[in-house]
């Protein structure tokens, strides 16, 4: 059987309770529920979207390891100094977590790094898949991306049929151009996701949508029989508040301003909901 892919509309690794929540719910997946985990967790970091940056690979550990999680992070951009045998490390995962950016150029780096091929073998090995932004609509037939500045569809690599939309309610000009494009017939339709709210697809169907803040929700756009747009919004549930404590906060706190300075990282269900396409 094929692993989980989490897809989120959007959030970060800062210690806010929206984030929190979501990261709780991605570990609990790949089986890091309190107490559950025999051994840490295995999650990387593919930060390639927004160009490695290094505050984010901090803070990325930081959210990961405060979990027990055995966090890891692989940078495209330093492969010179920092050499990885890019199968060998994300094949070993329990979790691959994709960040956002451009789509554009994530895309044109794992083809230029056959990263895409050791994406579908770890998905096939059962390795759960996350990401959010362009880390969430790369999973999807077609994503639209502002890579180029004004939002374009883009396919992604297809290991979930239809289209994804992120970022839906917090920017009108993307959800005004993903709804222009599905009616139109340009691209299929499919799944629209706000920020902090979350898809979990088992096998190519939608088994839930989540969510860690109250407004955020899920939409199905599809195109109707005359052209039309149809939107549905999908049920949801609000996850529990995250189980971070504020003296961890404090210590991910001092380690972004020392990494700001230029220091050195370290290393129940409602059932299913039918298919997405």
């Given at each position: ?9 959007g ?10 929540a ?13 107490g ?80 895409d ?9 059962g ?15 077609q994503?639209?991306s ?20 992120v ?29 902090h ?7 190519g ?22 052209g ?16 971070a ?33």
């Amino acid at each position: 059987m094929s692993g989980a892919i989490v897809a989120i509309g959007g959030t970060e690794f800062t210690m806010r309770p929206e984030n929190e929540a979501l990261h709780d719910y991605v570990v609990g997946l790949a089986g890091g529920g309190p107490g559950a985990v025999p051994e840490p967790l295995r999650i990387c970091l593919l930060p390639t979207a927004s160009g490695d940056p290094h505050e984010q690979i901090v803070s990325f550990h930081g959210a990961m390891e405060r979990r027990g999680c055995l966090a890891s992070a692989i940078s495209l951009f330093r492969l010179g100094v920092a050499p990885v045998d890019l199968a060998e490390h994300l094949l070993g995962q329990d979790v691959i977590y994709v960040t956002g950016g451009s789509m554009v150029n994530l895309l044109a780096l794992w083809l230029e790094h056959r990263i895409d091929e050791i994406i579908r073998a770890a998905h096939e090995r059962g390795i759960v898949l996350c990401g959010y932004s362009a880390g969430s609509m790369c999973w999807f037939e077609q994503g639209l991306s502002r890579g180029g500045g004004a939002p374009a569809s883009f396919p992604g690599l297809g290991l979930i049929g239809g289209s994804n939309c992120v970022h839906y309610s917090q920017d009108p000009t993307r959800r005004d151009a993903y709804r222009r494009l599905v009616g139109e017939g340009a691209i299929p339709g499919g799944l629209a996701l706000d920020d902090h709210a979350a898809a979990l697809i088992r096998e190519g169907e939608l088994v839930e949508v989540v969510r860690s803040r109250e407004t955020a929700a899920a939409y199905r756009v599809e195109r109707g029989a005359d052209g039309s747009v149809v939107e549905v919004e999908v049920p949801s549930r609000l996850l529990p508040p995250a189980r971070a404590t504020t003296e961890l906060g404090l210590a991910e706190m001092r380690e972004l301003r020392r990494a700001r300075s230029g220091a050195t990282a370290g290393p129940p269900g409602p059932g299913r909901l039918g298919r997405l396409r």
